[in-house]
T-cell receptor, first 114, second 113 residues
């Protein structure tokens, strides 16, 4: 069965500092991987996706993620965090054989201190 | 335009009421989804529609009844809900099933009293 682990429930970084959010997945076939961001009381916004090809993918808002098959990881990074990045971040794997079902990690809440 | 709209934004209903949630997209997507998200939890899939036909029902209680009247619209009919059904209900769409990203609406915050 598919599963996604986000080991950090909360992360606090200073504005301007770099950020890395961790994500590990378990999936038997080629994974389709996503990062979404959710502000309080809002829907989810797609930051970036990985289907195949270049393992370093660029997304919106200056985010990038790197797919490492050997480590079953898809970590999200940003070189310089802005206060507006404070939100909850979800990593997800798409189960192609189950109607494109998205299986989400538990989420990581990012706090940005000034 | 990658917009999915949902109405209403907030809904308060009693346990004997009947209400409906509405979702709309005009991106030409042929797959649409309902998710339920409890506080401090990730979204959980409820239903998947593909080409206006129900493709997946994740063992959701019958008090939730989905409907896809056309390729742009997705409804969720609610009847005899329980307080534990209070949650954020999210709609999403994707071009088709199989390895496509999903675009989410802003959600409907449902409170059952």
């Amino acid at each position: 069965a598919q599963s996604v682990t986000q080991p950090d429930i909360h992360i606090t970084v200073s504005e301007g500092a770099s950020l890395e959010l961790r994500c590990n997945y378990s999936y038997g076939a080629t994974p389709y991987l996503f990062w979404y961001v959710q502000s309080p009381g809002q829907g989810l916004q797609l930051l970036l996706k990985y289907f195949s090809g270049d393992t370093l993918v660029q997304g919106i808002k200056g985010f990038e993620a790197e797919f490492k098959r050997s480590q079953s990881s898809f970590n999200l990074r940003k070189p310089s965090v802005h206060w507006s990045d404070a939100a909850e971040y979800f990593c997800a794997v798409g189960a192609v054989d189950k109607g494109n079902k998205l299986v989400f990690g538990a989420g990581t809440i990012l706090r940005v201190k000034s | 335009d990658t917009e999915v709209t949902q109405t209403p934004k907030h809904l308060v209903m009693g346990m004997t009421n009947k209400k409906s949630l509405k979702c709309e997209q005009h991106m030409g997507h042929r797959a649409m989804y309902w998710y339920k998200q409890k506080a401090k939890k990730p979204p959980e899939l409820m239903f998947v529609y593909s080409y206006e036909k129900l493709s997946i029902n994740e063992s959701v209680p019958s008090r939730f009844s989905p409907e896809c009247p056309n390729s742009s619209l997705l409804n969720l009919h609610l009847h005899a809900l329980q307080p534990e059904d209070s949650a954020l209900y999210l709609c999403a769409s994707s071009p088709r099933l199989r390895a496509y990203e999903q675009y989410f609406g802003p959600g409907t915050r449902l409170t059952v009293t």
